[in-house]
């Protein structure tokens, strides 16, 4: 009889189909699979050696997380995001990190806060400009301090079905525009503006302002927007 701790084989690996959304979403986010690019079952089930069967079971995975839009008779491709949807998913993802922030500084422990502490000051060193030229930070390394600390306080706020919701709204969208996920940092300015609003998250949060932290969190993704936005309209 296997030990009690020991999970059944069949349990460890993943579904086919999960492994082949997850190499399409990589494909989109490389810039192989643009935005309006058609998804043919037969070409995927060949390329990735699978069955046309969990083709679609990954296609209708990645529909489900907004990544694929499939019509009827027409097939898959992947979705395209307008101003307007950009618009939307920003000002969802705003209200739920403000969400987030207010309950962080209402309930987080001395230990949360102080993680939070250090990784402000982290980003805001990634920010400064006086840093040896060797020490510079790319936008897409900015992105990822800034996706650690979103990601600390909605996973540590208190409500465990915050995370999911925001994981996937942060996934839509802000990568179709500009490879990297670093669309709201491509220069100098853009990131010290960043890092000044985490700034005054972490200074709400250490007075255990949540109505301040709430504000502060909502303003960092309205800039956010506002630099997402002219990326856009640049392209």
Same mark, same amino acid.
């Given at each position: 009889m296997a030990p009690p701790d020991d999970v059944p084989l069949g349990r460890t690996v993943r579904p086919l189909s999960e492994q082949l959304a997850d190499r399409i979403l990589d494909d989109v986010k490389a810039g192989r699979l643009p935005p309006g690019e058609r998804l043919k079952?037969?070409?995927?089930?060949?390329?990735?050696?699978? #069955?046309r069967a969990t083709v679609r079971e990954a !296609?209708?995975? !990645?529909?489900?997380?907004?990544?694929?839009?499939?019509?009827p008779r027409f097939g898959a491709r992947i979705a395209e995001f307008s101003r307007h949807d950009l618009d939307d998913i920003f000002e969802l993802r705003a209200t739920l990190l403000a969400m987030a922030a207010g309950r962080f500084a209402r309930e987080a422990d001395q230990a949360k806060r102080q993680t939070l502490e250090e990784m402000v000051r982290e980003i805001e060193a990634a920010a400064r400009t006086d840093a040896p030229p060797h020490a510079a930070v790319t936008p897409q390394a900015f992105a990822a301090l800034s996706i650690r600390l979103q990601a600390l306080l909605t996973e540590q706020c208190g409500n465990a079905h915050l995370p999911g919701i925001y994981g996937r709204l942060a996934e839509?969208?802000?990568w179709q525009l500009i490879r990297g996920r670093a669309s709201s940092f491509l220069n100098a300015e853009d990131r010290q503006e960043s890092a000044a609003d985490w700034r005054s998250v972490a200074?709400?949060?250490?007075? #255990?302002?949540?109505a301040g932290a709430e504000r502060a969190a909502r303003l960092l993704l309205e800039h956010s927007a506002a630099r997402v936005r002219q990326r856009y309209e640049e392209r």
């Open positions: 079952e037969e070409e995927l089930a060949q390329t990735h050696a699978v #069955s !296609l209708i995975a !990645l529909a489900r997380q907004g990544h694929v839009v499939r019509t839509m969208g802000t200074r709400c949060i250490a007075a #255990s302002d949540a």
